[in-house]
């Protein structure tokens, strides 16, 4: 049977250390877990931890890196004027989906073996991201939405989808994970009810954009009445709130009364929307995602540096539980999509860390948020099997 010895695995829901351990797996499954007692800190060379849920990300635009410098949040992303959108649908197939796979391969290669995309472009753009994703055994899971959004006249008279929209987004929802909404702007009252029963009736994930920023919480208030949590809460009722940037403590535990919520903040401070609320993000066991590759990397430790940064640097306090920010990239949406931290009878997910030169540190979770990187993956496996081994230099 497959082991690994000697090393340290952050191992249950709260990534407790365990030293001098010995971690065996069989198939896909994790048969045992046995530590030394003796281990210490200080002894640490290889520190084996689950493998990274990348929560929210947006592989399709990963044909237009660094595109949106310059431009603000609309002009980059808005779905119907957006620099992003111009670029993809202007794109030939191939090269979209050769960009796609291509940040799929690097996303092994930095311990994420599980990513939840909001997939644009219908149908069609559902059947590019399964094809950029053959036979790389990471799971996509692919949210995906109509190929053409609704336009602003039909929101504004609280019209509902056509027969045939209604029948484009049933089959998007069937073919993939569930649906990945944009925002409440870009749709009616009666359109957010129609998304959400779809949804229910196929018992998938939904999930949206909410209070990305302070400008799209008030954009159709004065119109409709309801500001846009309130549409998304009352209307939608979302499992997952992508970023909620602008939300107060009390929209944030509505939130995670419904659902959970993911948040970007890398995404958020480069297109000039602040920093979003992480400290009550992380007491409700939220997810940390890395958002468009347009704007950001798909690298999971530089989304938790910058979080931890950007939570001490908000609130102006020390912060100590730095393990949360680390359970927001690993754990906390495991039991959401099925699956276990590292214990036994938990399928065998995990990436090992290599911190030889790293030492001395003095505190694990955090060498492995604020200094760990790609160099230090030493392997990542998946159910059992070894997606990535460090290429040995000779
Ligand atoms: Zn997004």
Redesign the pocket.
């Known amino acids: 049977m497959p082991s690994l010895g000697g090393v340290c695995a952050l191992v249950g829901e709260g990534l407790r250390p365990l030293f001098d351990c010995e971690i065996v797996w069989r198939g896909d499954r994790i048969v045992e877990i046995e530590a030394n007692s003796n281990g210490r800190l200080q002894d640490v060379e290889h520190i084996v931890l689950p493998s990274f849920i990348n929560a ?3 592989i399709g635009d990963s044909l237009a890196k660094e595109a949106y410098i310059g431009l603000g949040l609309e002009e980059a ?1 808005d779905p119907h004027k957006g620099l992003k959108t111009k670029i993809i649908s202007t794109a030939s197939k191939n090269d979209l989906v050769k960009a796609m796979r291509s940040v799929l391969e690097q996303c092994v290669s930095l311990g994420v073996t599980h990513l939840i995309d ?1 997939r644009e472009g219908g149908l069609e753009g559902l059947s590019l991201g399964r094809e950029a994703s053959q036979g790389l055994d990471i799971d996509l899971l692919l949210l995906g939405r109509l190929a053409t959004p609704p336009s602003k006249g039909r929101i504004l008279e609280n019209q509902g989808f056509t027969d045939f929209e209604l029948e484009e987004l049933h089959k998007v929802c069937e073919k993939g994970n569930g649906l990945g909404i ?1 925002g409440a702007n870009e749709y009616s009252d009666k359109m957010l009810t129609q998304i959400r029963e779809i949804v229910r009736g196929q018992n998938k994930l939904l999930a949206v ?1 909410c209070l ?1 920023s302070h400008e799209t919480r008030g954009r159709l208030k004065g119109v409709l009445g309801r500001d846009e949590f309130q549409r998304c809460f009352n209307m939608l009722r979302p499992d997952v709130f ?2 909620m940037t602008d939300a107060t403590p009390q929209e944030i535990s509505y939130a995670f009364n419904m659902g959970v919520v993911v948040s ?1 903040p890398r ?1 958020n401070a480069a297109l000039g929307n602040g920093f979003p609320p992480l400290t009550q993000i992380l007491n409700g066991g939220g997810g940390l ?1 890395t ?2 590759v347009m704007v950001n990397s798909p690298d999971m430790f530089r989304e938790m540096e910058f979080a931890y940064k950007c939570l001490v640097g908000t609130t102006r306090k020390p912060f100590q539980r730095v393990e949360e920010v680390l359970k927001s990239a690993t754990v906390n949406l495991r039991p959401r999509l099925g699956l276990k931290p590292i214990e036994v009878d938990a399928e065998a997910d995990f990436m090992v860390l290599n911190v030889r030169e790293l030492r001395p540190f003095w505190n694990l979770h955090s060498l492995v948020v604020n200094r760990a990187q790609r160099e230090n993956i030493e392997q990542v496996v998946r159910k059992g099997r070894k997606l990535y081994e460090k290429p040995v230099c000779v």
Request: some cysteine; hydrophobic content about 20%; glycine content about 6%.
């Open positions: 929210h990300t947006h992303v909001f944009s954009h990305e992508v970023h970007c995404s995602g958002d468009n």
